[in-house]
C-alpha cells in the first residue's frame, strides 16, 4: 500500500472495515486483514496470499470502495481457485490474480501481472492470512517471508495471522491433524516462532495477539472464547 511519504502513517486504521465484511474466518479477517483503506484519494497497494473464493471474501471490493485507484494482486496456487477469482474479479481493472506458490517467492514477485501492477519503489501491504501453517519447517517458511518482505520499500507493511498450539496444546494438535491426509498439513507454531516472520520490522500495537485481541471495536472476549481461538494476528511496518 502506497501513502505519500509527508502523510502520518494509518496506524489508527490498520486493520478495519475491510475485515468486518471479508470473512475468511470472519473473525480471523475483522481484526487481522487489511491495512488502512479508509484513506479516500490516498495510492494503495496490496499483495495478498491466499485469493478469495466467495464474492464475500473480495477484500479488494472494499479496498477500492474507499480508495478507488488501489491496486490489489492475489496469489494462489489452486488452478481451481485461480478460475473461480479470475471469474470474480472480472472488470475489476485495478485487480489481478497470479497463479504462482508461496514457496516459490522469486517467481511471485517477477510475475508479469505483478509488475505490471505494482509499483515496488512505494510501500506496499503485503498480506499473509491463514497461509503460513500450511508450510512445513523443511520448506523455511521463515526464508519464503523474508525474500517477499525484503523485497518491500520502507513504510510498507505485513499482516499477517497463524495457528498455534499455545491454547489448549492437545485439542489444537487434534484439529491440525484434520489436514494430515490433505495437499497441505498444517504445521502449529508458537507465539515467537510467529513473531519471528516479522524480522526486524516494528509491530503496530498490541502486537502479535489472538484475533480477537487486536483491537477489539466491541467488549473484550471472555476468557474462555480465547481458549478457543488457536490464531494469532499482527501487522508490523518497515521502518524508514
Same mark, same amino acid.
Given at each position: 500500500?502506497?501513502? &505519500?511519504?509527508?502523510?502520518?502513517?494509518?496506524?489508527?486504521? #490498520?486493520? =478495519?472495515?475491510?475485515?468486518?465484511?471479508?470473512?475468511?474466518?470472519?473473525?480471523?479477517?475483522?481484526?487481522?486483514?487489511?491495512?488502512?483503506?479508509?484513506?479516500?484519494?490516498? $495510492?494503495?497497494?496490496?499483495?495478498?496470499?491466499?485469493?478469495?473464493?466467495? &464474492?464475500?471474501?473480495? =477484500?479488494?471490493?472494499?479496498?477500492?470502495?474507499?480508495?478507488?485507484?488501489?491496486?490489489?494482486?492475489?496469489? %494462489? +496456487?489452486?488452478?481451481?481457485?485461480?478460475?473461480?477469482? +479470475?471469474?470474480?474479479?472480472? =472488470?475489476?481493472?485495478?485487480?489481478?490474480?497470479?497463479?504462482?506458490?508461496?514457496?516459490?517467492? %522469486?517467481?511471485?514477485?517477477?510475475?508479469?501481472?505483478?509488475?505490471?501492477?505494482?509499483?515496488?519503489?512505494?510501500?506496499?501491504?503485503?498480506?499473509? !492470512?491463514?497461509?503460513?501453517?500450511?508450510?512445513?519447517?523443511?520448506?523455511?517458511?521463515?526464508?519464503?517471508?523474508?525474500?517477499?518482505?525484503?523485497?518491500?520499500?520502507?513504510?510498507?507493511? #505485513?499482516?499477517?495471522?497463524?495457528?498455534? +498450539?499455545?491454547?489448549?496444546?492437545?485439542?489444537?494438535?487434534?484439529?491440525?491433524? !484434520?489436514? %494430515?491426509?490433505?495437499?497441505? $498439513?498444517?504445521?502449529?507454531?508458537?507465539?515467537?516462532?510467529?513473531?519471528?516472520?516479522?524480522?526486524?520490522?516494528?509491530?503496530?500495537?498490541? =502486537? #502479535?495477539?489472538?484475533? &480477537?485481541?487486536?483491537?477489539? %471495536?466491541?467488549?473484550?472476549?471472555? &476468557?474462555?472464547?480465547?481458549?478457543?481461538?488457536?490464531?494469532?494476528?499482527?501487522?508490523?511496518?518497515?521502518?524508514?
Amino acid at each position: 500500500m502506497t501513502f &505519500p511519504q509527508e502523510q502520518p502513517g494509518p496506524d489508527e486504521h #490498520l486493520l =478495519g472495515e475491510v475485515g468486518d465484511r471479508c470473512g475468511h474466518s470472519r473473525r480471523v479477517r475483522h481484526h487481522v486483514e487489511v491495512p488502512a483503506v479508509q484513506y479516500p484519494g490516498r $495510492r494503495a497497494q496490496f499483495a495478498r496470499f491466499p485469493a478469495p473464493v466467495y &464474492p464475500a471474501t473480495c =477484500g479488494h471490493e472494499v479496498a477500492q470502495a474507499a480508495a478507488p485507484e488501489a491496486r490489489i494482486v492475489y496469489v %494462489d +496456487n489452486d488452478p481451481i481457485v485461480h478460475v473461480h477469482a +479470475n471469474a470474480l474479479l472480472t =472488470g475489476s481493472g485495478h485487480t489481478r490474480i497470479v497463479l504462482a506458490d508461496l514457496r516459490e517467492p %522469486d517467481q511471485i514477485l517477477a510475475h508479469p501481472k505483478t509488475r505490471d501492477l505494482i509499483d515496488f519503489t512505494q510501500p506496499v501491504a503485503l498480506l499473509l !492470512v491463514a497461509i503460513l501453517h500450511f508450510i512445513a519447517d523443511d520448506e523455511d517458511p521463515a526464508g519464503l517471508v523474508a525474500v517477499l518482505r525484503d523485497a518491500l520499500p520502507p513504510g510498507s507493511y #505485513l499482516g499477517l495471522s497463524h495457528a498455534t +498450539n499455545d491454547f489448549r496444546t492437545e485439542t489444537a494438535q487434534v484439529a491440525a491433524a !484434520v489436514y %494430515d491426509k490433505a495437499t497441505s $498439513r498444517a504445521t502449529l507454531r508458537s507465539h515467537a516462532q510467529i513473531a519471528a516472520f516479522f524480522g526486524d520490522w516494528d509491530l503496530v500495537p498490541p =502486537g #502479535l495477539v489472538q484475533v &480477537p485481541l487486536w483491537r477489539p %471495536d466491541g467488549p473484550p472476549p471472555r &476468557p474462555r472464547d480465547l481458549q478457543r481461538m488457536w490464531i494469532y494476528g499482527g501487522v508490523a511496518r518497515r521502518a524508514g
